[in-house]
């Protein structure tokens, strides 16, 4: 079921890295207080004291305690020393072989987890093995998953094939895909039989399902509607500015998603320092809504960027004609609604559209004032 999805989804994650990497060998690492920002084809984070750290590369190494939370992406990432916070990681291969205190999230072709999870786990993969005891709930779509430790919370488990080693035990309660585990083989590892429930195999029409065929089809439509008529007043009334973030999308569509998530992160920190200032009182109700306001912006910006590089694939899109920005605008509402249908990945898609289209319309200006060293 899930086998050609994943292996499609971390082929394409590995090539751009791999291209985004070499197309852009120059370093760029800086760090803003206690936290660090690293983009770099080999990224080794050995630095003491850090707090947050956010990181794009080919391949990621953390060989230093964070005492706040790491946020990694890259075709190989490996978490060596204990996080007291969050972990965010995204890439071919992630593996886990120290302490997260708080949740980790991550997806990957193959994840391995050999560190305690303090809080929940959320894994997208074709393949995930757990070593390490899990103190919160778990939430997992793979193709093959390895338990060889206890889930002390609730579990649910989508998957084609579930088995459990030595030490591997579900103590909460588990929702678990239709014939993905032999439950007389596995029965010790198990809860009681009142405790698990089966899920069915509804492969991806969640969405149909839940609003009924035509009532589905007509959401989407009303959807792709919206979002065509918004990106099209604003790529009419802003044409150069929407043009050029588009460019840079196009160019640079990995490397967007990185500026993305500097820009949101820098936001975030600048809003809670003005926050225990004199005029937090002022400046964090406008943060609240310049943040938000931001990402949808971004989403925007990055759906006629999508529409717009396809349009230019397949024949001589001229952005400067009004007809033909609306078609962009269209295009790319089609494919991105279509795009967010995906369960579960349909989330990160969302964010990383967000991110993109921040990255291409904000980073520019920003990074001119920031001590960013190449």
């Known amino acids: 079921m899930y086998s050609g999805f994943f292996e499609k989804m971390f082929t394409c994650l590995t090539i751009v890295t791999v291209t985004f990497t070499q197309g852009h060998a120059e370093e760029v690492r800086f760090q803003w207080a206690n936290d660090l920002f690293a983009a770099d084809d080999l990224v080794t984070i050995t630095q003491p004291g850090l707090s947050d750290?956010?990181?794009?590369?080919?391949?990621?190494?953390?060989?230093a305690e964070l005492s706040g939370s790491a946020h990694m992406a890259g075709q190989n990432v490996n978490i060596n020393k204990p996080i007291a916070g969050n972990l965010y990681a995204a890439g071919q291969n992630v593996t886990v072989n120290a302490s997260v205190a708080g949740t980790l999230s991550a997806m990957g072709q193959n994840v391995t987890v050999s560190g305690n999870v303090g809080g929940n786990l959320r894994v997208a993969a074709q393949k995930l093995r757990i070593n390490a005891p899990i103190s919160g709930s778990v939430l997992i779509m793979a193709?093959?998953?390895?338990?060889?430790?206890?889930?002390?919370?609730?579990?649910?488990?989508?998957?084609?094939?579930?088995?459990?080693?030595?030490?591997?035990?579900i103590l909460g309660k588990l929702s678990i895909?239709?014939?993905?585990?032999?439950?007389?083989?596995f029965k010790a590892n198990l809860p009681s039989q009142s405790e698990i429930e089966y899920l069915m195999d509804r492969r991806h029409a969640v969405y149909v399902e839940k609003n009924g065929l035509l009532n589905g089809a007509w959401n989407m439509l009303r959807k792709v509607a919206f979002l065509t008529a918004l990106i099209g007043i604003f790529s009419v009334l802003l044409p150069e500015r929407t043009a050029r973030a588009a460019d840079h999308l196009r160019h640079r569509p990995f490397g967007s998603v990185w500026m993305g998530a500097l820009t949101l992160a820098l936001m975030i920190g600048l809003m809670v320092v003005l926050a225990l200032s004199v005029i937090g009182a002022i400046t964090f109700p406008i943060f609240a809504v310049l943040i938000p306001l931001a990402f949808i912006l971004g989403g925007l910006i990055a759906t006629y960027g999508m529409g717009s590089a396809l349009l230019y694939r397949i024949s001589d899109f001229d952005d400067t004609r009004v007809p033909e920005r609306l078609l962009a605008a269209l295009i790319g509402a089609i494919v991105i609604s279509l795009l967010t249908l995906v369960p579960f990945i349909g989330f990160w898609i969302?964010?990383?559209?967000?991110?993109?289209?921040?990255?291409?319309?904000?980073?520019?200006?920003?990074?001119?004032?920031l001590p960013v060293s190449a």
């Open 177 to 185: 895909s239709e014939n993905a585990i032999n439950k007389e083989k």
């Open 350 to 369: 969302t964010v990383a559209i967000g991110l993109s289209g921040m990255g291409a319309l904000i980073w520019p200006s920003l990074q001119k004032r």
């Open 143 to 169: 193709q093959e998953v390895i338990i060889a430790a206890e889930i002390r919370g609730d579990a649910q488990i989508r998957s084609e094939n579930v088995t459990f080693l030595e030490g591997g035990k």
């Open 53 to 63: 750290v956010f990181a794009l590369g080919s391949s990621l190494s953390s060989e």
